[in-house]
């Protein structure tokens, strides 16, 4: 197990240093010159020189590469280039309002996504099982920023019970921001009312955003345990004479889990690239917002270092995923 | 035979058992209408080529046919005295794995792939004998030994994968032995394996069954494996049994021309010049009704009348007692094979 | 046995005709299939007989009459221009299914030749290019897609490049996984014993056999690019001409409305769901129809 896991963390470091060398490329590629972003149209020649070379950009691209990789390993990700600030900074600030989401979002699709699998798929050739699979089909079909709207209209505006933007109503509340989770933070300042309120701020977008990942980890959950349903294991469980419950839990579940575990690591790279338009809809200060903002300001610094840290997490994720598939799958876990 | 009472002293009736699979305009008949006893602590082989219903009946004693696509028409299914397809689901749960168990063709798909061996043994004895955990993994270890194997202790913890096809099988044979069953069902338990292999695991069952005076029902479609296991022998064709018969008897002077049939289908050793003779033709489509015997197509012994009615099981004329046959023109019971040849069948 | 050998290959055609034969027949037994064709040929129809279809001009305002609500003159009501928002919605058939069109295409070849070289040549190329494929995927596809469009510009095809560099490892991979399953398969040895080799047996023996779960993904893939399409419109980086019929900048144009004017959102978001689905419906319809395991 302990040589799975160092084969795969080797892995990951020619996948980092070719995602680095991308991003780099990439921003270098942007049409438009940060110096022209930061002085302005009417800038004189001189004072974009002394931008450019401030910024290290009139330097051969190799240097800036090792120049920007040197950083990197120390963990400095540079200012943006607009406002100054410091774009670690400026993203651990947000990170937390993303992550907060996109948790809320996929626990609500994998708590209703895997019992309705696993229901319609005991009930396969039934109405329930083509009316669920129906519906899931739908679930998959509908954008993020479409969902989001027809939320806000129905539950914000038409019968105004949720809240229809923000993370938390200011007005009401004052949290000092902590963790920069909501929750976290009303919880730490001692306002249960704090708490209660950032959770129902989470609703809507936490549907929008989970609806997606429901009715794909729904469809993977039925596929998968109707295969198991088929196994021989299945039969031999039964011929034991053992409980339903246990049957359905230790034998069909267990088994069934394993592809739905792999599909739920790839719903992250959905989540974090829906999460874009979800803060887009609902008003909240997340990563994706941000570095949408980057890219159409070309904030060079930001675009480079939020995509390279939002793929991260999405590396780390997945082999966090993989380490637990072969966590549950022996056949791996021994080769 | 097909009419009469469940005999008392039986631990096992089956009487009229029907299966069909599908519906609507597609319905296979499985199994139509068979009957037999089993005695307690008796081997029965259930002889027959794929799709004959020897797998489809075994399945319906233990009540595991697939839902809904399987059906059991009609029929009574007696054990000790208990009509087991009057049951309730919860009743027939208790007595599976208890009282009855079963062992099935492929042991490498038939265990759990992802839990160690050790919790696949304890949970049968958690299940029907309330033993608490550590009891139960004693009972395991004793149970590995019985079914011979090595260092069982030490391989508790171990997955199916890390086994053999043949060690996988005695697993599997350990966890069918766990409550004591009176009946154990195997199905075709050594098609799967190795041919070296299987000598051992059938060599296993006989002195597990013996020793414990289990009954054995034992499917498969080769000859050689019943020979030197079973009392009596039943075969099956299209759903019916057709010969019935203790297997001195059906070896030696087999009436029914289908068992003729296999019996000259066997490579023998002793005959080497060519006496292999296949029997001609394909079995029958089940879905489709068939009108008298499902062998007459194939028979070298057919009349008009075969096409007309199927033959009833009934006792063979001039042979040995309970030598049953149901045809209306059996074969003469000619000796087909040297007397003694089961025994180096079975080896 | 070289008779057998040499027969092999032609066995294998005889059987992958077959198998489109029964795909196909399979497909016109599934509802999923069935529904999801019509959708598709619906829009289709709507893309190609729009000017027929839309009774005003998409891009034609008359600021007099703006924000109508769905009424008989104006089936969808007008938006903020006093746009027919039915005439916009035909119209933005166009688009849409001109750019998923166009991604899905680019994203196959790209992927398809990428995915041949590496599951047929093995080593350092095949390394190469799956660690390129893993970099590509750990990027979430939507922000991918964002970048490339304010690289590229904002044209249709500038987008639909965008959206096909999202889809180009997907089907790498796919294209790579089935020939590395059909590398160790029967007839495939069985060709390579009696000499076949080469682009020979990649195209003859291999492509045909692979190409399956190549098409579902395809299919699939153009009720992602659909969505694609309209969100980078939703995020305000779709066609830069605001008057230019889009569903997603449809959306977008709206949402802040959506108090007074839901219908300016609803009829639109309606469209990308129903395309997405009928892409949806035929894709699944196709990969049951396809599925050698559903076969039995």
């Given at each position: 197990?302990t040589?799975?896991?160092i084969?795969?963390?080797?892995?990951l470091?020619?996948?980092?240093?070719?995602?680095?060398?991308?991003?780099?490329?990439?921003?270098?590629?942007?049409?438009?010159?940060?110096?022209?972003?930061?002085?302005?149209?009417?800038?004189?020649?001189?004072?974009?020189?002394?931008?450019?070379?401030?910024?290290?950009?009139?330097?051969?691209?190799h240097?800036?590469y090792?120049?920007?990789?040197?950083g990197?390993?120390?963990?400095?990700?540079?200012?943006?280039?607009i406002?100054?600030?410091?774009?670690?900074?400026?993203?651990?600030q947000?990170?937390?309002?993303?992550?907060?989401?996109s948790l809320?979002?996929?626990?609500?699709?994998?708590?209703a996504?895997?019992?309705l699998g696993?229901?319609?798929?005991?009930?396969?050739?039934?109405?329930?099982?083509?009316?669920?699979?129906?519906?899931?089909?739908?679930?998959?079909?509908?954008?993020?920023?479409?969902?989001?709207?027809?939320?806000k209209w129905?539950?914000?505006?038409?019968?105004?019970?949720?809240?229809?933007?923000?993370?938390?109503?200011?007005?009401?509340?004052f949290?000092?921001?902590?963790?920069?989770?909501?929750?976290?933070?009303a919880?730490?300042?001692?306002?249960?009312?704090?708490?209660?309120?950032?959770?129902?701020?989470?609703?809507?977008?936490?549907?929008?955003?989970?609806?997606?990942?429901?009715?794909v980890?729904?469809?993977?959950?039925?596929?998968?345990?109707?295969?198991?349903?088929?196994?021989?294991?299945?039969?031999?469980?039964?011929?034991?004479?053992?409980?339903?419950?246990?049957?359905?839990?230790?034998?069909?579940?267990r088994?069934?889990?394993?592809?739905v575990?792999t599909v739920?690591?790839?719903?992250?790279?959905?989540?974090?690239?829906?999460?874009i338009?979800?803060e887009?809809?609902?008003?909240?200060?997340?990563?994706?917002?941000?570095?949408?903002?980057?890219?159409?300001?070309?904030d060079?610094?930001?675009?480079?270092?939020?995509?390279?840290?939002?793929?991260?997490?999405f590396?780390?994720?997945?082999?966090?995923?993989?380490?637990?598939?072969?966590?549950?799958?022996?056949?791996?876990?021994?080769? | 035979?097909?009419?009469?009472?469940?005999?008392?002293e039986?631990?096992?009736?089956?009487?009229?058992?029907?299966?069909?699979?599908?519906?609507?305009?597609r319905?296979?008949?499985?199994?139509?209408?068979?009957?037999?006893?089993?005695?307690?602590?008796?081997?029965?082989?259930?002889?027959?080529?794929?799709?004959?219903?020897?797998?489809?009946?075994?399945?319906?004693?233990m009540?595991?046919l697939p839902?809904?696509a399987?059906?059991?028409?009609?029929?009574?299914?007696?054990?000790?005295?208990?009509?087991?397809?009057?049951?309730?689901?919860?009743?027939?749960?208790?007595?599976?794995?208890?009282?009855?168990?079963?062992?099935?063709?492929?042991?490498?798909?038939?265990?759990?792939?992802?839990?160690?061996?050790?919790?696949?043994?304890?949970?049968?004895l958690?299940?029907?004998?309330?033993?608490?955990?550590?009891?139960?993994?004693?009972?395991?270890?004793?149970?590995?030994?019985?079914?011979?194997?090595p260092?069982?202790?030490?391989?508790?913890?171990?997955?199916?994968h890390?086994?053999s096809?043949?060690?996988?099988q005695?697993?599997?044979?350990a966890?069918?032995?766990?409550?004591?069953?009176?009946?154990?069902?195997?199905?075709?338990?050594?098609?799967?394996?190795?041919?070296?292999?299987?000598?051992?695991?059938?060599?296993?069952?006989?002195?597990?069954?013996?020793?414990r005076?289990?009954?054995?029902?034992?499917?498969?479609?080769?000859?050689?494996?019943?020979?030197?296991?079973?009392?009596r022998?039943?075969?099956?064709?299209?759903?019916?049994?057709?010969?019935?018969?203790?297997t001195?008897?059906?070896?030696?002077?087999?009436?029914?021309?289908?068992?003729?049939?296999?019996?000259?289908?066997?490579?023998?050793?002793?005959?080497g010049?060519?006496?292999?003779?296949?029997?001609?033709?394909?079995?029958?489509?089940?879905?489709?009704?068939?009108?008298?015997?499902?062998?007459?197509?194939?028979?070298?012994?057919?009349?008009?009348?075969?096409?007309?009615?199927?033959?009833?099981?009934?006792?063979?004329?001039?042979a040995?007692?309970e030598?049953?046959?149901?045809?209306?023109?059996?074969?003469?019971?000619?000796?087909?094979?040297?007397?003694?040849?089961?025994s180096?069948?079975?080896? | 046995?070289?008779?057998?050998?040499?027969?092999?290959?032609?066995?294998?055609?005889?059987?992958?005709?077959?198998?489109?034969?029964?795909?196909?027949?399979?497909?016109?037994?599934?509802?999923?299939?069935?529904?999801?064709?019509?959708?598709?040929?619906?829009?289709?129809l709507?893309?190609?007989?729009?000017?027929?279809?839309?009774?005003?001009?998409?891009?034609?305002?008359?600021?007099?009459?703006?924000?109508?609500?769905?009424?008989?003159?104006?089936?969808?009501?007008?938006?903020?221009?006093g746009?027919?928002?039915?005439?916009?919605?035909?119209?933005?058939?166009?688009?849409?299914?001109?750019?998923?069109?166009?991604?899905?295409?680019?994203?196959?070849?790209?992927?398809?030749?990428?995915?041949?070289?590496?599951?047929?040549?093995?080593?350092?190329?095949?390394?190469?290019?799956?660690?390129?494929?893993?970099i590509?995927?750990?990027?979430?596809?939507?922000?991918?897609?964002?970048?490339?469009?304010?690289?590229?510009?904002?044209?249709?095809?500038?987008i639909?490049?965008a959206?096909a560099?999202v889809?180009?490892p997907?089907?790498?991979?796919?294209?790579?996984?089935?020939?590395?399953?059909?590398?160790?398969?029967?007839?495939?040895?069985?060709?390579?014993?009696?000499?076949?080799g080469?682009?020979?047996?990649?195209?003859r023996?291999?492509?045909?056999?692979?190409?399956?779960?190549?098409?579902?993904?395809?299919?699939?893939?153009?009720?992602?690019?659909?969505?694609?399409?309209?969100?980078?419109?939703?995020?305000?980086?779709?066609?830069?001409?605001?008057?230019?019929?889009?569903?997603?900048?449809?959306?977008?144009?709206?949402?802040?409305?959506?108090?007074?004017?839901?219908?300016?959102?609803?009829?639109?978001?309606?469209?990308?769901?129903?395309?997405?689905?009928?892409?949806?419906?035929?894709g699944?319809g196709?990969?049951?129809?396809?599925?050698?395991?559903?076969?039995?």
């Amino acid at each position: 197990m302990t040589k799975f896991i160092i084969r795969r963390l080797l892995l990951l470091i020619p996948i980092l240093l070719g995602l680095t060398l991308l991003i780099f490329v990439f921003t270098r590629l942007l049409p438009g010159d940060p110096a022209t972003t930061i002085l302005g149209e009417r800038a004189t020649a001189e004072n974009m020189a002394l931008v450019r070379e401030s910024l290290g950009l009139d330097r051969p691209l190799h240097e800036q590469y090792f120049q920007y990789m040197g950083g990197l390993l120390q963990g400095d990700l540079g200012r943006s280039f607009i406002t100054n600030r410091d774009v670690v900074d400026d993203f651990l600030q947000r990170f937390p309002a993303t992550i907060e989401l996109s948790l809320a979002a996929i626990i609500f699709a994998i708590a209703a996504g895997i019992p309705l699998g696993v229901y319609t798929a005991k009930r396969r050739g039934t109405w329930v099982d083509a009316g669920g699979t129906i519906l899931s089909l739908i679930g998959i079909s509908i954008p993020i920023f479409f969902l989001g709207l027809m939320l806000k209209w129905i539950f914000a505006i038409q019968f105004p019970i949720l809240p229809d933007s923000g993370r938390i109503d200011l007005v009401n509340y004052f949290i000092p921001r902590v963790t920069n989770f909501m929750t976290v933070d009303a919880l730490i300042a001692g306002e249960p009312g704090g708490f209660i309120d950032a959770l129902r701020h989470l609703v809507l977008p936490a549907l929008a955003l989970g609806t997606i990942p429901l009715a794909v980890i729904m469809r993977i959950t039925r596929a998968s345990v109707i295969d198991v349903l088929n196994e021989d294991y299945v039969r031999t469980a039964h011929a034991k004479g053992l409980r339903d419950r246990t049957v359905d839990g230790r034998h069909i579940l267990r088994n069934a889990l394993l592809p739905v575990v792999t599909v739920i690591g790839l719903q992250t790279g959905l989540l974090l690239g829906g999460a874009i338009l979800t803060e887009t809809i609902f008003t909240w200060g997340g990563v994706g917002r941000w570095i949408y903002d980057a890219v159409t300001a070309r904030d060079y610094q930001i675009i480079q270092s939020g995509v390279l840290m939002l793929a991260l997490i999405f590396v780390l994720v997945n082999l966090i995923v993989d380490i637990s598939y072969a966590f549950l799958n022996p056949r791996i876990r021994h080769s | 035979m097909s009419r009469t009472a469940p005999d008392p002293e039986a631990l096992l009736s089956v009487r009229d058992l029907e299966v069909t699979f599908g519906s609507g305009d597609r319905v296979v008949h499985a199994v139509n209408g068979i009957s037999y006893d089993l005695a307690p602590g008796e081997t029965l082989g259930i002889v027959g080529e794929s799709g004959c219903g020897k797998s489809v009946s075994s399945l319906a004693i233990m009540r595991l046919l697939p839902k809904p696509a399987a059906r059991v028409r009609s029929g009574s299914v007696i054990l000790e005295g208990q009509d087991l397809l009057d049951l309730s689901d919860e009743e027939m749960r208790r007595i599976r794995g208890d009282q009855m168990a079963m062992i099935f063709q492929d042991p490498m798909t038939s265990l759990n792939p992802v839990l160690p061996i050790e919790r696949q043994l304890t949970e049968v004895l958690e299940t029907h004998r309330k033993l608490k955990r550590s009891g139960a993994v004693d009972r395991a270890v004793e149970l590995l030994e019985l079914v011979g194997i090595p260092a069982a202790k030490n391989r508790l913890r171990d997955y199916p994968h890390q086994f053999s096809g043949g060690m996988r099988q005695r697993v599997m044979i350990a966890i069918a032995l766990a409550c004591d069953p009176q009946l154990l069902i195997a199905d075709e338990p050594t098609t799967a394996l190795d041919v070296t292999i299987q000598a051992q695991i059938l060599e296993l069952m006989r002195t597990a069954v013996t020793e414990r005076g289990t009954a054995l029902i034992l499917i498969t479609h080769d000859l050689g494996v019943v020979a030197g296991m079973a009392q009596r022998i039943n075969v099956m064709y299209a759903g019916h049994i057709v010969e019935r018969a203790t297997t001195d008897e059906l070896y030696g002077r087999p009436r029914h021309p289908y068992t003729v049939g296999l019996l000259r289908s066997i490579p023998r050793l002793d005959e080497g010049r060519g006496e292999l003779v296949p029997i001609q033709g394909q079995p029958p489509d089940l879905s489709r009704q068939i009108i008298g015997c499902p062998f007459a197509d194939r028979c070298f012994n057919v009349l008009d009348r075969c096409r007309e009615e199927m033959p009833p099981l009934e006792q063979a004329p001039s042979a040995a007692d309970e030598h049953l046959v149901a045809c209306w023109n059996p074969a003469e019971g000619e000796r087909l094979v040297p007397s003694g040849f089961e025994s180096e069948l079975a080896s | 046995m070289t008779g057998a050998a040499v027969s092999q290959p032609v066995e294998q055609q005889e059987r992958s005709v077959g198998l489109w034969g029964d795909a196909l027949r399979r497909m016109r037994g599934s509802p999923a299939a069935i529904i999801g064709g019509a959708i598709i040929i619906f829009f289709v129809l709507m893309a190609i007989f729009a000017p027929f279809i839309a009774p005003y001009d998409p891009t034609r305002g008359d600021l007099g009459s703006s924000y109508l609500p769905p009424s008989g003159e104006h089936f969808f009501g007008t938006n903020v221009q006093g746009q027919d928002v039915f005439s916009r919605i035909i119209f933005g058939s166009r688009l849409t299914l001109g750019i998923a069109v166009m991604s899905v295409t680019i994203g196959v070849t790209v992927g398809s030749v990428l995915g041949a070289l590496a599951g047929y040549f093995r080593g350092w190329i095949d390394a190469t290019i799956m660690r390129g494929v893993d970099i590509m995927l750990s990027i979430p596809g939507l922000l991918l897609a964002i970048a490339v469009v304010s690289w590229l510009g904002r044209g249709a095809v500038q987008i639909a490049i965008a959206i096909a560099i999202v889809n180009v490892p997907i089907f790498a991979r796919i294209l790579r996984g089935s020939l590395l399953a059909l590398r160790d398969a029967d007839y495939v040895i069985a060709a390579k014993s009696v000499g076949v080799g080469g682009p020979a047996l990649l195209l003859r023996h291999m492509l045909p056999n692979a190409i399956g779960p190549l098409i579902v993904q395809a299919t699939l893939a153009l009720a992602t690019a659909v969505v694609d399409a309209a969100a980078l419109g939703f995020l305000g980086l779709g066609p830069p001409d605001p008057r230019t019929p889009e569903w997603g900048a449809m959306l977008s144009d709206t949402y802040r409305y959506l108090t007074d004017a839901v219908h300016l959102a609803f009829f639109p978001g309606i469209a990308i769901v129903l395309a997405v689905l009928g892409f949806n419906l035929l894709g699944d319809g196709m990969r049951e129809a396809l599925d050698p395991k559903l076969r039995r």
